[in-house]
């Protein structure tokens, strides 16, 4: 069933920012693709590693103008149509709205079409942009080339804090934004939506301060390593067991958008989600 995802989140920064953030090509390379041209209102074109199906650029530019984009993305062999919004709040916050349509929660889940990884995409990317305008260190992207899932980041926290945010039921959905159920013991269940929700996923491997390994069957096993200096953690994110023909790329891309979260949550002593809503609809 074809529905349009959205994603909205809440930047702390003017919308003349925010804009130039999203239509400067040598901004979009930091935030967003490995590649990218803009010539508006002509041209908007991203593509490269970090960009799903991302060989050459497969868009085209259909408006543009001082507050919205909006272009055609083809994604295996469909055109989707991508809008991005800016909405000014208050001279120093800004909503940026990210739409796309041909969205498959079911191919999201399968990993049958590409175009299962667009909301997770568009997630990171988000996150990146955000971090980018705070002037703040980005979360690596996902390279959608490869089978070696793989992050790593620096924490400004301790290890037991931040093992315990990623263990904790309460803590873990509130900076991942959404609910999850979490029993902190091997064998204990890992269920998104709460423990009452179905097929969770178990937790194979926990060592306090220091690791948990979690199986979610079919996109594999995530290991979450900790590692303490001088009061930060090196977090290192690893994705196993999987297809190598067909990595879980849309799994791995919300995760790797959940630790932006996870290190702002305890970085920023003025927290809050960055998130206005995440939002799908059928069409």
């Given amino acids: 069933m074809s529905e349009t995802m959205k994603v909205s989140a809440r930047a702390a920064a003017p919308i003349a920012e925010v804009r130039r953030a999203v239509t400067d090509a040598a901004v979009l390379r930091i935030w967003l693709a490995e590649h990218a041209e803009v010539d508006l209102p ?10 799903p199906a991302g060989d050459a650029p497969h868009q085209r530019l259909l408006d543009a103008d001082g507050h919205t ?16 919004a800016l909405e000014e709040e208050t001279a120093s916050s800004t909503v940026i ?8 929660f079911q ?6 079409s590409i175009r299962g990884v667009t909301q997770t995409f568009w997630a990171l990317a988000v996150a990146n942009l955000f971090d980018h305008l705070e002037g703040r260190e980005l979360t690596p992207k996902c390279d959608f080339t490869s089978s070696d899932l793989r992050a790593e980041l620096l924490i400004d926290a301790s290890p037991d804090a931040v093992f315990h945010s990623l263990t904790d039921s309460e ?26 929700a179905p097929n969770p996923a178990k937790i194979l491997d926990l060592e306090p301060g220091r690791r948990v390994s979690v199986d979610w069957g079919r996109p594999g096993v995530q290991t979450w390593e ?7 953690t090196r977090l290192t994110l690893v994705q196993s067991g999987f297809d190598a023909e067909q990595p879980p790329y849309g799994a791995w891309t919300g995760t790797v958008a959940g630790v932006t979260q996870l290190r702002r949550f305890h970085e920023l002593p003025d927290w809050q989600p960055i998130w206005v809503g995440m939002e799908s609809s059928v069409s």
């Fill in 42 to 51: 002509h041209r908007y074109e991203f593509w490269g590693r970090y960009t």
């Fill in 97 to 104: 709205s990210v739409s796309q349509t041909h969205f498959d």
């Fill in 171 to 196: 803590e873990a959905s509130a900076w991942f934004g959404y609910p999850i159920g979490i029993e902190p013991r091997v064998g204990g269940r890992f269920a998104m939506g709460g423990l009452d």
């Fill in 226 to 232: 900790l590692e303490g200096s001088d009061g930060k």
């Fill in 107 to 112: 191919e999201a889940l399968s990993g049958s």
């Fill in 69 to 84: 984009l909006r272009f055609l993305w083809t994604l295996d062999g469909v055109d989707t149509t991508v809008e991005i």
